[in-house]
Every structure is written in structure tokens, then in C-alpha cells.
């Protein structure tokens, strides 16, 4: 079966603590699974605005097989967790520009990252090896290079445009981080809770596994501006001021997210049917 992923986004994430996810996801954007593995999740790049250059790293998403529905949230995770790990490396790479001698940034930054992302893919082959045949070679996709000025150091691929690698939070490798909420800040304000879409997919074709890894991703990332917007808004407004200004406006933008995901499993396989349900999202206090 498919993977919901998690590109299920990793991704695309997690999405990942909330105040945490949030920085994360500004350093990225994060494309943004699979964060290296952007939008496309083509074995892409998680693009930073300084002059360094970017990190990139072989997409895992697209390589995966079919993930049984029983793996799909944890498959996610990680899918996620890749784009997080990618995401900081990016902005380790950017606050230390000019330190340590010409292997600082293999060995203090590549180096380590590519020690974690075997951590992590291996964690994906060992949840879809439960329930199926585990993914074999998956070690081979966890060393990254370093592009800078549009080309690639150490062998790697030229960098992707900034278009592709800022979309929507699309960091790629997207995953549904849980998307059950709480991916916020919490505090007084209290935190939004959405019910988690991931876990309601069924068996994702391989061909729609990518674009539903983005979307999950995407979900992550709606929910993460929404519990942001929560914090900053705390005391605005008259009593309905967060439905009618911040859960309202998410549930709307999970209807069309869901809607997408339905559609891109629905190309090759049979359509899944009432994801709308899962929209609407609530305030914990």
C-alpha cells in the first residue's frame, strides 16, 4: 500500500513541536516532506536565503514502496523529521559562514546530518517491514551534499529554483506530522487540536504518494500558522473572534487540502470518500 506520508514531509512535518516546527518551518520555506527534499520532493534542496549555498539530499519518499496503512503515521513522522533535520543543517550551514578550516562544513555539519537521516530512514524500513516487504538500500540516500552558487559541491545536482523550494511550507519529503493538532504553541491562548488525517488514508498508490505527502505536509504547516496566529491575536476580538478569524479560515483550507489528497489517490485507485469530515479543527484550552 501507498504511503500517506508521508513527500505521510517528511517531510511534510513535522511538520515537530509546534514553536519548534514553526522556526524550522521558516528556515525552509520550509518547502515543505520528504528540508533538501523540497516541494517536488525530487531530490531537492531546502533553500536558505544566505550565501553559503544550500544543502541537498537524495529524496526519500519517491523511493519508497507501497506503506501499509498500519506504517503511514510513522512513516510520516520521519519523512517529516528528514525535512527538519535538513531544515537545521541549512541553518546551522548559514550561522557559521567562515568558521573551522576547509572540512568544517563535512564534518560539523554533513557529517552528523547524514549520521541522523540513517537513524531516520531506517526507522521508515523497519515500520513498513512489520507489515510488508522492508525496503531495502535505504542507507544509500542518506549522505547530502553541499550546493553553492547554483552548482553542486561534492557531486551533487544543481540547486532547484527558489519558486519550487518555498512553496506553501512544502518542505518536500512532507509528512503528517500526526496532524491531530496541538503542532502550535501552547500558553494562555490555548492550542488548536485537528483530527489527523493520515491515519484516516487508505492504501496510497505510489504514483500519488508524493503529492499526498506535500498535502499532508501542508496540513501540518495550516495548523502550525494557525496556532501561531492564536498566540499573537490573544485578546483581540469579541467571543467569536477565533472561529470566525482563525479555525473558520483553516477549516477552509483543509477542505481544499483533503480535497486534493482525495483526488491524487483518486487518479489510480479508488477515490477515498468524507475526508471533508476531518476539517473542521477545535481550541483546547
Known sequence: MSRALPKYNKRRVAVIGGAAALALTGAVVVNSALAGETSGNSGTNARTLA?????????????????????????ARNLTLLDTQIAEANKRLVETVGQGGPNFVQNAILGPLEDKRIATVNRIATAIGRTAEKPQGLDALAPCTLNTGGGAVEGGAAAPSATATEAAGDTGNAGDTGNAGDTGEAGAAGTISCPDVAS?????PASAQAEVARNLTLLDTQIAEANKRLVETVGQGGPNFVQNAILGPLEDKRIATVNRIATAIGRTAEKPQGLDALAPCTLNQ
Open 51 to 75: 550565501s553559503p549555498g544550500t544543502i541537498s539530499c537524495p529524496d526519500v519518499a519517491s523511493r519508497l514502496p507501497a506503506i501499509p496503512a498500519s506504517a503511514q503515521a510513522e512513516v
Open 200 to 204: 484516516r488514508l487508505p492504501a496510497i
